[in-house]
C-alpha cells in the first residue's frame, strides 16, 4: 500500500509529508521510504497559531479558522506529495494534524486536540484520510503519546544491547526496548522561544547553535530550571507547550542571549541524557529537528560518555522525516485493522485501533483485515 503520512510537531513551523510504501510478510512490516517534502506554513498561519497556544486564551471562531487553514495547509501537503514523491496514485493519507493542547494533569492524561480538518484533505486528494490518531489511547486510558513508539520497537527490535530511540522535536521523546516510552522534557521549544524573544521575532531559532556556541550555561538558571516537578515523574508520562511554552522561564536581569541559548541547550541535553540513562541505554538513535542543531548534538554527546549517539539516517530513516513516515505506518496498520498502541508505553489499558476514517472520492474501500499484526519492521 502506498501511504502518505503528514506530520506537523510542535515547533508549528511546517507540514512534513512522506511518502512509502508498505507492505507485510508474515510478522514483519516492509517500509520502502520514498521521500519527504515539507511545506512552511505561510506566515500569517503560523503567527496565528503561535498566538493561539497554550497559555493564550482564545475564542471559537478563532479555532474553527485555525482548524479549517491548518486541513488546507495538510491538504496542499498531501497534493503535493502525491504528485512528487508516488509515482503513482497514493492509496491513503494518514494526518497526524497540529496539536493545539494536551490536557494533562498530574500525571494523568484527560483529553487532547488536533487541529487540521481532514475533510480538506479529502476533498483535495480524493484520497480516504487516516486523522486524529491520539485521542483513542487517552480513552483508553493512555497518555496519547508517543504513539511512535511502536514504530520504534518494530524498528530497533533485533539490534544487540538497549538501544533508545530518541525524537527531539519541540518535545523530545524516548523508547526503550521494553515499552518504556516517555516525554523527556523540553526539546527545541525552550530554545526556539528564547531565540524568537532576543531576536526581537527576527530568527525563529538559534540557527546552527550559533547563539549558544558563543554563550556559557547559567548555572543558577540550570539547577532552577531542573528543578521542575515534571522530571520527577515516574512513565509513562507526557507534556507540551501547555508547561514549556514561550512564558515558562524569566531570563535573570543582564543575562545574554548567548548564555540563555547556552542554558537552554543544556538544559535540554542533560534531561535527555538523565532519561536515557535511566532507561540503561547501550545506543541512542537520534531523529526530529533538533538533530540539524550541531551544538545540541555536541552538547548531548558529551552528556553521554560512553553511549554512542546516532542518526536515524544511518539506519535507514531520515531524521527530518521520521514521525511523518511514522504515521504513514500507523495508517497502513488502522486501514488493515490492527492496533497502533503499545499500553506499556502509553500506559493504557489495552492496545487500540486508532484513528477517525474520513472516505475519498470513490467511497472507501479498505484492504482485508490483516491476519496479524507485524512483530518487526525492515527499512528497504
Request: charged letters at 20%.
Amino acid at each position: 500500500m502506498l501511504v502518505i503520512g503528514l506530520m506537523s510537531g510542535t515547533s508549528h513551523d511546517a507540514v512534513d509529508a512522506a511518502a512509502a510504501e508498505l507492505r507485510l510478510a508474515g510478522g514483519t512490516l516492509l517500509l520502502k521510504p520514498l521521500g519527504m517534502v515539507s511545506t512552511p506554513y505561510d506566515e500569517e498561519l503560523r503567527e496565528s497559531l503561535a498566538t493561539a497556544l497554550p497559555p493564550a486564551a482564545v475564542p471559537l471562531a478563532r479555532v474553527c479558522l485555525l482548524d479549517t487553514r491548518i486541513g488546507q495547509a495538510f491538504a496542499a501537503a498531501a497534493v503535493r506529495a502525491d504528485r512528487e514523491l508516488c509515482g503513482r496514485r497514493a492509496e491513503l493519507v494518514a494526518s497526524h494534524g497540529q496539536t493545539v493542547y494536551h490536557w494533562a494533569e498530574r500525571g494523568r492524561v484527560y483529553g487532547t486536540l488536533q487541529l487540521g480538518q481532514p475533510a480538506w484533505i479529502a476533498e483535495a486528494t480524493g484520497l480516504p484520510v487516516v486523522a486524529d490518531f491520539r485521542p483513542r489511547d487517552v480513552a483508553a486510558g493512555g497518555q496519547g503519546a508517543p504513539l511512535v513508539s511502536l514504530v520504534d520497537l518494530l524498528w530497533l527490535r533485533g539490534r544487540p544491547g538497549t538501544p533508545v530511540a530518541l525524537n527531539i522535536g519541540g518535545i523530545a521523546n524516548l523508547t526503550a526496548p521494553d515499552g518504556t516510552a516517555f516525554d523527556t522534557g523540553p526539546g527545541c521549544a525552550l530554545m526556539d522561544a528564547a531565540a524568537r524573544e532576543f531576536t526581537g521575532g527576527r530568527a525563529a531559532y538559534d540557527v546552527d547553535g550559533a547563539l549558544a556556541a558563543r554563550g556559557r550555561p547559567d548555572a543558577a538558571l540550570l539547577e532552577e530550571l531542573l528543578a521542575d516537578p515534571y522530571y520527577a515523574l515516574s512513565a509513562p508520562k507526557t507534556t507540551g507547550k501547555e508547561l514549556f511554552h514561550a512564558g515558562y522561564w524569566r531570563a535573570p536581569e543582564g543575562l545574554s542571549a548567548e548564555d540563555a541559548l547556552a542554558t537552554l541547550t543544556l538544559l535540554t541535553a542533560r534531561t535527555v541524557a538523565d532519561a536515557v540513562r535511566g532507561v540503561g541505554a547501550t545506543e541512542v538513535i537520534v531523529s526530529g529537528g533538533g538533530t540539524r542543531n550541531p551544538v545540541l548534538m555536541t552538547v548531548l554527546r558529551t552528556e553521554l560518555p560512553g553511549i554512542p549517539v546516532r542518526v536515524s539516517d544511518d539506519l535507514g530513516l531520515p531524521a527530518a522525516a521520521k514521525e511523518a513516515y511514522a504515521f504513514a505506518v500507523l495508517g497502513f496498520l488502522t486501514a488493515h485493522g490492527l492496533a497502533g498502541t503499545v499500553p506499556a508505553a502509553t500506559g493504557a489499558r489495552h492496545p487500540s485501533l486508532l484513528g477517525s476514517l474520513t472516505p475519498g472520492r470513490d467511497g472507501l474501500r479498505l484492504p482485508p483485515p490483516a491476519a496479524g499484526p507485524p512483530t518487526r519492521m525492515r527499512i528497504e
